[in-house]
T-cell receptor, first 117, second 117 residues
Framework: GAVVSQHPSWVICKSGTSVKIECRSL??????MFWYRQFPKQSLMLMAT?????????EQGVEKDKFLINHASLTLSTLTVTSAHPEDSSFYIC?????????????FGQGTRLTVV | AQKVTQAQTEISVVEKEDVTLDCVYE???????LFWYKQPPSGELVFLIR??????QNEISGRYSWNFQKSTSSFNFTITASQVVDSAVYFC??????????????FGGGTRLMVKP
């Protein structure tokens, strides 16, 4: 299947700093990427949907000014957690959809475990 | 609104036992996709199966089998002769079609399966 690479796999940052997470589609063009968040022992919740070249669509309750999403190219989307706080500690995972394929699932990255201290 | 319910939060079995993970979904869409993913302790999501709403044929893949019952809105997953390596959290998920299998997913709460030797 197609490969989606997410970086970093884990990060520890100080409260108040910003952290950028990258999601890359390695062998296909990702017209749409999805960002999910998973708190410990909970399920995955969609945060936002980003389409290449346009503004992301955020789910209800997700602060767009805090979670900045950029999808400037067909192979890269970034999620920046601004002014991170301990309650932002979570597992963040992206998925990407191949724009040429209508009948395949979106492919997930490996996830990023963020710990804010 | 879409909803996926995995009533079993944790299941513990002894190796070689068969185990069934339940999944019940709600959607107003007539066309949709159902998925199962495995999430080992490392966190990445391992894709197991995708099924579209028009295909009610049950599927078997090695020790894994899936039972899709549209009449009861269920998509249950059975592991035969379970092994310790099957220990993980399993998620059932649903996406609306919009003529594309790669849409955002609504996840169930997950079932933590522990297989003891």
């Amino acid at each position: 299947g197609a490969v989606v690479s997410q970086h970093p796999s884990w990060v520890i940052c100080k409260s108040g700093t910003s952290v950028k997470i990258e999601c890359r589609s390695l062998d296909f063009q990702a017209t749409t990427m999805f960002w999910y968040r998973q708190f410990p022992k909970q399920s995955l919740m969609l945060m936002a949907t980003s389409n290449e070249g346009s503004k992301a669509t955020y789910e209800q309750g997700v602060e767009k000014d805090k979670f900045l999403i950029n999808h400037a190219s067909l192979t890269l989307s970034t999620l920046t957690v601004t002014s991170a706080h301990p309650e932002d500690s979570s597992f963040y995972i992206c998925s990407a959809r191949d724009g040429r394929e209508m009948n395949t699932e979106a492919f997930f990255g490996q996830g990023t475990r963020l710990t804010v201290v | 609104a879409q909803k996926v319910t995995q009533a079993q939060t944790e299941i513990s079995v002894v190796e070689k036992e068969d185990v069934t993970l339940d999944c019940v979904y709600e959607t107003r869409d007539t066309t949709y996709y159902l998925f199962w993913y495995k999430q080992p302790p490392s966190g990445e999501l391992v894709f197991l199966i995708r099924r579209n709403s028009f295909d009610e044929q049950n599927e078997i893949s090695g020790r894994y089998s899936w039972n899709f019952q549209k009449s009861t809105s269920s998509f249950n997953f059975t592991i035969t002769a379970s092994q310790v390596v099957d220990s993980a959290v399993y998620f059932c998920a649903l996406s609306e079609s919009l003529n594309n299998a790669g849409n955002m997913l609504t996840f169930g709460g997950g079932t933590r399966l522990m297989v003891k030797p």
